[in-house]
Protein backbone atom coordinates (compact mmCIF):
# COMPACT_ATOMS: atom_id res chain seq x y z
CA UNK A 1 0.00 0.00 0.00
CA UNK A 2 1.24 3.64 -0.72
CA UNK A 3 2.28 5.85 2.27
CA UNK A 4 0.76 8.22 2.71
CA UNK A 5 1.98 9.59 5.95
CA UNK A 6 5.31 9.14 7.57
CA UNK A 7 6.36 10.26 11.30
CA UNK A 8 9.99 9.77 11.59
CA UNK A 9 10.98 9.97 15.67
CA UNK A 10 8.81 12.68 16.47
CA UNK A 11 8.39 14.25 19.78
CA UNK A 12 6.31 17.10 21.15
CA UNK A 13 6.40 19.27 24.35
CA UNK A 14 4.23 22.16 25.24
CA UNK A 15 6.18 25.68 26.10
CA UNK A 16 6.64 25.69 30.20
CA UNK A 17 5.87 21.88 30.37
CA UNK A 18 8.46 19.74 32.45
CA UNK A 19 8.25 16.90 30.43
CA UNK A 20 7.40 16.34 26.36
CA UNK A 21 3.69 14.93 25.76
CA UNK A 22 5.16 12.49 22.50
CA UNK A 23 8.24 10.66 23.13
CA UNK A 24 10.26 9.82 19.68
CA UNK A 25 7.12 8.63 17.59
CA UNK A 26 7.90 7.12 14.07
CA UNK A 27 5.23 4.83 12.21
CA UNK A 28 3.40 5.37 8.44
CA UNK A 29 0.02 5.13 7.58
CA UNK A 30 -1.28 3.87 3.96
CA UNK A 31 -3.75 5.70 1.63
CA UNK A 32 -7.03 4.05 2.89
CA UNK A 33 -6.63 2.84 6.28
CA UNK A 34 -9.15 3.18 9.04
CA UNK A 35 -6.71 4.01 12.24
CA UNK A 36 -8.17 4.35 15.79
CA UNK A 37 -5.90 5.86 18.29
CA UNK A 38 -6.57 5.12 21.85
CA UNK A 39 -5.01 5.90 25.02
CA UNK A 40 -5.65 8.05 29.04
CA UNK A 41 -6.64 11.24 28.89
CA UNK A 42 -2.76 12.82 29.16
CA UNK A 43 -1.15 9.92 26.59
CA UNK A 44 -0.48 12.34 23.68
CA UNK A 45 -3.37 11.14 21.58
CA UNK A 46 -4.76 14.64 20.60
CA UNK A 47 -1.51 16.50 20.67
CA UNK A 48 -0.74 14.04 17.93
CA UNK A 49 -3.65 14.85 15.71
CA UNK A 50 -2.83 18.58 15.89
CA UNK A 51 0.60 17.57 14.54
CA UNK A 52 -1.02 15.73 11.96
CA UNK A 53 -3.04 18.40 11.26
CA UNK A 54 -0.25 21.14 11.07
CA UNK A 55 -1.88 23.06 13.98
CA UNK A 56 1.20 22.08 15.82
CA UNK A 57 4.55 21.75 14.45
CA UNK A 58 7.01 18.59 16.49
CA UNK A 59 9.41 19.90 19.01
CA UNK A 60 12.08 17.19 17.18
CA UNK A 61 11.56 14.46 14.25
CA UNK A 62 9.36 15.34 10.99
CA UNK A 63 5.91 14.16 9.20
CA UNK A 64 5.83 13.96 5.73
CA UNK A 65 2.58 13.83 3.98
CA UNK A 66 2.83 12.38 0.76
CA UNK A 67 7.02 12.97 0.50
CA UNK A 68 5.65 16.70 1.75
CA UNK A 69 7.45 17.88 5.02
CA UNK A 70 4.45 19.51 6.98
CA UNK A 71 6.85 21.56 8.60
CA UNK A 72 7.16 23.73 5.62
CA UNK A 73 5.28 27.03 5.29
CA UNK A 74 5.24 26.53 1.76
CA UNK A 75 2.79 23.38 2.12
CA UNK A 76 1.11 24.21 5.50
CA UNK A 77 -2.02 25.67 3.97
CA UNK A 78 -1.95 22.55 1.57
CA UNK A 79 -1.24 20.37 4.23
CA UNK A 80 -4.57 21.76 6.24
CA UNK A 81 -6.87 20.71 3.10
CA UNK A 82 -5.43 17.69 2.89
CA UNK A 83 -5.67 16.53 6.01
CA UNK A 84 -9.38 17.70 7.28
CA UNK A 85 -10.04 18.19 11.01
CA UNK A 86 -13.32 16.92 13.07
CA UNK A 87 -14.05 18.53 16.35
CA UNK A 88 -15.03 16.85 19.01
CA UNK A 89 -18.18 19.39 19.52
CA UNK A 90 -19.61 19.80 16.25
CA UNK A 91 -20.95 23.32 16.94
CA UNK A 92 -17.28 24.69 16.79
CA UNK A 93 -17.18 23.70 12.79
CA UNK A 94 -20.24 25.98 12.04
CA UNK A 95 -19.72 29.56 10.45
CA UNK A 96 -23.15 29.42 8.10
CA UNK A 97 -26.97 30.32 8.50
CA UNK A 98 -27.81 26.78 6.72
CA UNK A 99 -26.46 23.70 6.22
CA UNK A 100 -25.89 24.70 2.59
CA UNK A 101 -23.91 27.77 3.57
CA UNK A 102 -21.39 25.72 5.50
CA UNK A 103 -20.60 23.14 3.01
CA UNK A 104 -20.35 25.86 0.62
CA UNK A 105 -17.80 27.79 3.30
CA UNK A 106 -14.85 25.79 2.43
CA UNK A 107 -15.23 25.44 -1.26
CA UNK A 108 -15.89 29.53 -1.88
CA UNK A 109 -12.28 30.11 0.62
CA UNK A 110 -10.50 27.59 -2.19
CA UNK A 111 -11.95 29.48 -4.76
CA UNK A 112 -13.73 26.07 -6.68
CA UNK A 113 -15.64 26.95 -9.68
CA UNK A 114 -19.40 27.25 -9.45
CA UNK A 115 -20.11 24.18 -11.55
CA UNK A 116 -17.52 22.08 -9.58
CA UNK A 117 -18.61 23.36 -5.85
CA UNK A 118 -22.51 22.39 -6.35
CA UNK A 119 -21.96 19.32 -7.72
CA UNK A 120 -19.73 18.52 -5.04
CA UNK A 121 -21.66 19.62 -2.15
CA UNK A 122 -24.47 17.74 -3.70
CA UNK A 123 -22.36 14.29 -3.95
CA UNK A 124 -20.84 14.14 -0.20
CA UNK A 125 -24.76 15.67 0.98
CA UNK A 126 -25.72 11.87 -0.66
CA UNK A 127 -22.98 10.01 0.57
CA UNK A 128 -23.50 10.85 4.25
CA UNK A 129 -27.75 11.45 3.51
CA UNK A 130 -28.01 15.04 4.41
CA UNK A 131 -30.33 15.95 1.41
CA UNK A 132 -33.27 16.74 3.66
CA UNK A 133 -31.64 18.77 6.03
CA UNK A 134 -29.85 21.51 3.59
CA UNK A 135 -31.77 24.30 4.60
CA UNK A 136 -31.82 23.81 7.94
CA UNK A 137 -29.90 26.20 10.60
CA UNK A 138 -27.40 24.11 12.45
CA UNK A 139 -29.67 24.78 16.17
CA UNK A 140 -31.90 22.81 14.53
CA UNK A 141 -29.78 19.06 14.14
CA UNK A 142 -29.73 16.77 16.82
CA UNK A 143 -25.81 15.54 17.28
CA UNK A 144 -25.59 13.13 15.26
CA UNK A 145 -26.97 15.01 12.06
CA UNK A 146 -24.55 18.21 13.40
CA UNK A 147 -21.10 15.61 13.62
CA UNK A 148 -22.77 14.23 9.78
CA UNK A 149 -22.62 17.80 8.73
CA UNK A 150 -19.02 18.20 9.98
CA UNK A 151 -18.17 15.49 8.45
CA UNK A 152 -19.47 16.74 4.85
CA UNK A 153 -17.74 19.78 5.24
CA UNK A 154 -14.61 18.10 5.24
CA UNK A 155 -15.40 16.02 2.60
CA UNK A 156 -16.47 18.53 -0.02
CA UNK A 157 -12.65 19.42 0.03
CA UNK A 158 -11.81 16.11 -0.51
CA UNK A 159 -9.08 15.38 1.59
CA UNK A 160 -6.98 12.34 1.82
CA UNK A 161 -6.91 12.27 5.59
CA UNK A 162 -10.04 12.77 7.82
CA UNK A 163 -8.82 13.25 11.93
CA UNK A 164 -11.55 12.44 14.47
CA UNK A 165 -10.82 13.79 17.35
CA UNK A 166 -13.54 12.05 20.19
CA UNK A 167 -15.63 13.17 17.55
CA UNK A 168 -18.59 10.84 19.12
CA UNK A 169 -18.17 11.77 22.52
CA UNK A 170 -20.81 13.74 22.80
CA UNK A 171 -23.50 11.99 21.13
CA UNK A 172 -26.31 9.66 21.84
CA UNK A 173 -26.20 6.04 20.91
CA UNK A 174 -28.05 6.84 17.78
CA UNK A 175 -26.03 9.88 16.66
CA UNK A 176 -22.97 7.72 17.22
CA UNK A 177 -24.96 5.10 14.94
CA UNK A 178 -24.61 7.54 12.63
CA UNK A 179 -21.74 9.08 12.55
CA UNK A 180 -20.14 5.73 12.55
CA UNK A 181 -22.21 4.76 9.65
CA UNK A 182 -20.99 7.39 7.82
CA UNK A 183 -17.15 6.89 8.19
CA UNK A 184 -18.06 3.42 6.97
CA UNK A 185 -19.27 5.06 3.61
CA UNK A 186 -16.28 7.67 3.59
CA UNK A 187 -14.09 4.70 4.16
CA UNK A 188 -15.45 3.14 1.03
CA UNK A 189 -14.49 5.86 -0.90
CA UNK A 190 -10.71 5.07 -0.59
CA UNK A 191 -10.56 8.60 2.47
CA UNK A 192 -7.74 7.74 4.71
CA UNK A 193 -9.00 7.77 8.38
CA UNK A 194 -7.92 8.48 11.77
CA UNK A 195 -10.38 8.36 14.98
CA UNK A 196 -8.99 9.13 18.26
CA UNK A 197 -11.62 7.81 20.38
CA UNK A 198 -11.86 6.50 24.18
CA UNK A 199 -15.30 3.83 22.77
CA UNK A 200 -13.73 0.43 22.16
CA UNK A 201 -16.36 -0.69 20.55
CA UNK A 202 -15.84 2.11 17.74
CA UNK A 203 -11.87 0.93 17.52
CA UNK A 204 -13.27 -2.50 16.43
CA UNK A 205 -14.79 -1.02 13.22
CA UNK A 206 -11.07 -0.13 12.41
CA UNK A 207 -8.65 -1.90 10.16
CA UNK A 208 -6.08 -0.93 13.31
CA UNK A 209 -5.32 0.15 16.03
CA UNK A 210 -2.41 2.60 17.87
CA UNK A 211 -2.52 2.71 21.48
CA UNK A 212 -0.63 5.55 23.28
CA UNK A 213 0.92 5.04 26.58
CA UNK A 214 3.26 8.17 28.56
CA UNK A 215 3.52 9.30 24.87
CA UNK A 216 4.63 7.07 23.37
CA UNK A 217 3.17 3.98 20.68
CA UNK A 218 2.94 0.63 22.84
CA UNK A 219 0.94 -1.38 20.52
CA UNK A 220 0.27 -0.99 16.66
CA UNK A 221 -1.99 -3.80 14.88
CA UNK A 222 -5.06 -5.31 14.31
CA UNK A 223 -7.61 -4.15 17.40
CA UNK A 224 -8.49 -7.83 18.29
CA UNK A 225 -5.06 -8.94 18.61
CA UNK A 226 -4.40 -6.03 21.04
CA UNK A 227 -7.23 -6.87 22.72
CA UNK A 228 -5.92 -9.97 23.37
CA UNK A 229 -2.81 -8.99 25.43
CA UNK A 230 -3.35 -8.95 28.92
CA UNK A 231 -0.95 -7.65 30.35
CA UNK A 232 -0.57 -4.62 28.31
CA UNK A 233 -4.18 -3.63 29.07
CA UNK A 234 -3.20 -4.07 32.21
CA UNK A 235 -0.59 -1.63 31.77
CA UNK A 236 -2.54 0.86 29.86
CA UNK A 237 -6.01 0.48 31.60
CA UNK A 238 -7.46 -0.11 28.15
CA UNK A 239 -10.67 -2.45 28.44
CA UNK A 240 -11.92 -4.81 26.08
CA UNK A 241 -14.80 -4.44 23.97
CA UNK A 242 -17.89 -6.57 25.61
CA UNK A 243 -18.13 -8.32 21.97
CA UNK A 244 -14.12 -9.38 22.43
CA UNK A 245 -14.67 -10.10 26.48
CA UNK A 246 -17.58 -12.35 25.74
CA UNK A 247 -15.75 -14.41 22.65
CA UNK A 248 -12.98 -14.94 25.33
CA UNK A 249 -15.52 -15.94 27.51
CA UNK A 250 -17.19 -18.87 25.02
CA UNK A 251 -13.91 -19.67 24.53
CA UNK A 252 -13.01 -20.56 28.32
CA UNK A 253 -16.30 -22.90 28.11
CA UNK A 254 -15.05 -24.91 24.98
CA UNK A 255 -17.29 -23.29 22.80
CA UNK A 256 -14.77 -22.18 19.67
CA UNK A 257 -16.05 -20.05 17.36
CA UNK A 258 -14.34 -20.11 13.24
CA UNK A 259 -12.55 -16.59 12.90
CA UNK A 260 -13.43 -13.28 15.15
CA UNK A 261 -16.56 -11.54 15.54
CA UNK A 262 -15.90 -7.71 15.32
CA UNK A 263 -19.52 -6.58 16.13
CA UNK A 264 -22.36 -7.67 18.18
CA UNK A 265 -24.54 -7.73 15.53
CA UNK A 266 -21.94 -10.54 13.99
CA UNK A 267 -21.85 -12.64 17.06
CA UNK A 268 -25.33 -12.49 17.46
CA UNK A 269 -25.84 -13.87 13.89
CA UNK A 270 -22.97 -16.14 14.14
CA UNK A 271 -24.09 -17.81 17.86
CA UNK A 272 -28.00 -18.31 16.43
CA UNK A 273 -26.51 -20.33 13.11
CA UNK A 274 -24.75 -22.86 15.37
CA UNK A 275 -25.79 -26.32 15.33
CA UNK A 276 -28.22 -27.54 17.89
CA UNK A 277 -26.41 -29.92 20.65
CA UNK A 278 -28.14 -32.73 22.04
Request: some cysteine; hydrophobic content about 40%.
Amino acid sequence: MTVLIDIQNVSFQYPHSSSPVLNEISLQVSKGEWVAVAGRNGSGKSTLARLLNAQLQPTSGAIYLAGEPMADPAFERNHRRRCGYVFQNPDHQFIGATVWDDLAFGLENHSIERTEMVARMNKYLKVLHLEDLVDKAPHQLSGGQKQRVGLACMMVLEPDVIILDEATSMLDPKGRRDVMQALTEIANQGVTIIMITHDMEEVLQAERLLLIDQGRVVADGDPFHVFEQNQLLEQTGLKRPFVVELQQELKRTGLQLEGRCYSEGELVKRLCNLPLIK
